[in-house]
Every structure is written in C-alpha cells, then in structure tokens.
C-alpha cells in the first residue's frame, strides 16, 4: 500500500471556490435526483453547491482525508441530502454507489494515480460518469514573462512534486487510462 498522502490545502483557498466558476464541467452535467460522491472535497464549499443543485432527492457524499478540513465543511454547509466523511479515497470502502464521481484537483497530489483512479470507478454505477479536473503544471505559462526568482521557484516547485512521485501533467487525457468498471 502507498504511503500516507501528505499534502494540505488551505481552507482560505478552497472556501473561494464554487460550483459555477471551479468546477463548470460537472456544474453541466448534474440533474435533480442525482447521487454524488466529491472526492477530496475540503472545505465542502464546491460540495455544498453540488447538493443545492441536484435538489432535495439527490444526494451527495463529500470525501477527505482531512479532517480539520471537514470541521469546517461540517459546520458551514449543513443540507439534509449532504454528509461528509473522513477518508482517503486509496483505502476507503465504498458502501455504496454513485451516480458522478468527481474528484477536482486532486489525482495531481496522489501517488500512485492509478490506484485512486480505479478506486473512483468502483465507486461509480454501472454507466455512472467519472468526472475528473486536475492541471497540466510543467504547461503553465505567464505573460509577461515572470521574474527570475519566480522562474526558480517555480522550477522547484515542479521539482518537489516529482520528488513526490505527483503527476506534474496529469490533466493530460493520454495519461488517464480508466480501468474497466465490473459492476
């Protein structure tokens, strides 16, 4: 089994974060009724969003592996088609399955990917739809030109997440070899 993931997300950050503006491609697909499971869901604030939209009937499940992260979710965001649990999704049991998964910058910080990724599609129903945001970082480019220090950091930024064995272009479709779902 991989090591402990120990990666932290800022709740700054994620509590800025919204279905509409974060997340637009699954915002498009979800429907009154729905079943979804949000993987690394954090704060719960894209979650949150999630269970408003697919209505009373739906219901979402928001999975992390933090749990100062889900203190928060839990107390911000409480709708009664909504539950977040504590778990990381390498080793987490599903007990039950879903209509979406998503999991939205999340594959980039796990290693190894595929492992999470086949956990996703077990977690998914027999003809459920996967849906998976992340970022291509050795693709990122600034205009003007960045200053130098910047350049550096950024080069060790990149470098640390190799050292990582995290995916610095996982957003790029060629690597994401979906497993079958046997359901």
């Known amino acids: 089994m991989p090591g402990k993931q120990t990666h932290r997300s800022d709740p700054r950050i994620l509590n800025r974060r919204t279905l509409q503006r974060d997340h637009r491609r699954l915002a498009e697909l979800l429907r ?23 209505g009373p009937n739906g219901r979402v499940v928001g999975l992390d592996r933090d749990e100062s992260l889900l203190v928060i979710a839990r107390g911000d965001h409480v709708l009664p088609n909504l539950r977040f649990v504590n778990g990381d999704v390498l080793n987490f049991a599903f007990d039950e399955s ?31 739809k996967i849906v998976a945001l992340d970022y291509n970082h050795n693709n990122n480019a600034w205009e003007p030109d960045p200053p130098t220090e910047f350049v550096r950091f950024y080069k060790a930024f990149l470098e640390w997440r190799s050292a990582n064995g995290w995916n610095n272009r996982m957003a790029d479709r060629r690597q994401l070899k979906l497993p079958a779902n046997d359901n």
Not at 32 to 47: E, H, R
């Open 32 to 54: 009154p009724g729905m079943s979804v499971l949000d993987i690394g869901c954090g704060t719960g604030a894209i979650t949150a969003d999630i269970a408003r939209a697919i």
């Open 98 to 128: 879903f209509d979406i998964v998503t999991a939205a910058r999340v594959l980039q910080w796990i290693n190894p990917p595929q492992l999470a990724i086949a956990r996703i599609v077990q977690a998914a129903t027999p003809g459920g």
